[in-house]
């Protein structure tokens, strides 16, 4: 029986809200766009049109999938991050608003710095570096990423960004020293894996099973990266300079505790829209 593109995603969306779904109304919609290869606007303007066959079996096999765990950013290949439409894959993180708090802080802190150069440290998709980048008149920006299948997408959303001119990609390891040949940089972002081993296992089935846990693994204790980057990598951040992290539920006075260790001062904590202490910044007291 013929129906139209409406209906098809109220349908779909009831179904996903029966399944208990928080986000149906929103992932109806892009499941929907994604099979019929339509933006928003055009799926709005063929409300009243009848789906083609292969169209509606399309979009109810995706909801099949995201039913059985699969998260609709890997299905559909793209997600939205600070108002950026991004590539998405399952080498990398789904970008989510808890991180768009660290974008915020870094754009923030950056603010009246004349061309300030930024380095994201584990970018993965490059949504951090790229918001910033966007936002903050200038700035040139290196997102740093060990993981060769993470940096094809950072490279990919360069491109997809319009912002080749003002960032590039290379391949770096968080828990090593900074290369020399770096230089030095007016601010540091960084959302590393964070998750303690032993909980990986403990997570929703959609990011245990699909997210890469290279991007989830923060180690015994989940510290590991914090500890790394505030001390191999503040040589790399110029007097005074700025170095902002994610963080996990719990784990804030911990990082801060790291960073005044590391010889970081004027350390803010910033909470997430849910009331979580989710961001950990802070300024580098060095000499000049």
């Not at 951040?237 to 010889?263: H, K, S, T, Y």
Request: aromatic share 6%; proline share 6%.
């Amino acid at each position: 029986m013929a129906i139209t593109y409406n209906n098809l995603y109220l349908d779909i969306r009831q179904q996903l809200h029966q399944a208990g779904l928080p986000a149906a109304t929103l992932e109806a919609r892009e499941l929907v766009c994604c099979a019929a290869g339509k933006s928003r606007e055009e799926l709005s303007r063929a409300s009243r049109l009848y789906v083609p066959d292969a169209v509606e079996q399309q979009a109810r096999a995706l909801v099949q999938r995201h039913l059985e765990g699969e998260p609709v950013a890997y299905l559909i290949g793209e997600w939205e991050f600070y108002g950026l439409p991004l590539d998405i894959s399952e080498r990398v993180l789904i970008p989510r608003p808890d991180t768009e708090v660290l974008a915020a802080a870094a754009i923030e802190g950056l603010q009246g710095v004349a061309s300030p150069r930024v380095l994201d440290l584990c970018a993965g998709s490059g949504c951090v570096g790229l918001a910033v980048a966007k936002h903050v008149s200038g700035s040139h920006m290196v997102l740093g990423e060990i993981d060769e299948g993470a940096l094809r997408i950072c490279r990919q959303n360069i491109r997809r960004t319009g912002l080749s001119g003002q960032v590039v990609s290379m391949q770096l390891n968080a828990l090593e020293k900074a290369p020399p040949r770096l230089g030095e940089f007016d601010c540091i972002v960084s959302n590393p894996p964070y998750i303690p081993t032993a909980d990986i296992e403990a997570l929703d089935p959609s990011v245990r099973n699909h997210e890469p846990h290279l991007a989830l693994d923060g180690g015994a204790d989940g510290l590991d990266f914090y500890r790394v980057i505030a001390d191999k990598w503040r040589d790399a951040l110029l007097p005074n300079g700025l170095m902002a992290f994610e963080v996990g539920i719990g784990q804030a006075d911990e990082v801060l505790r790291i960073m005044r260790a590391n010889g970081f001062g004027d350390i803010q904590i910033v909470k997430d829209l849910h009331g979580i202490p989710r961001v950990v910044y802070g300024r580098l007291c060095k000499e000049i």
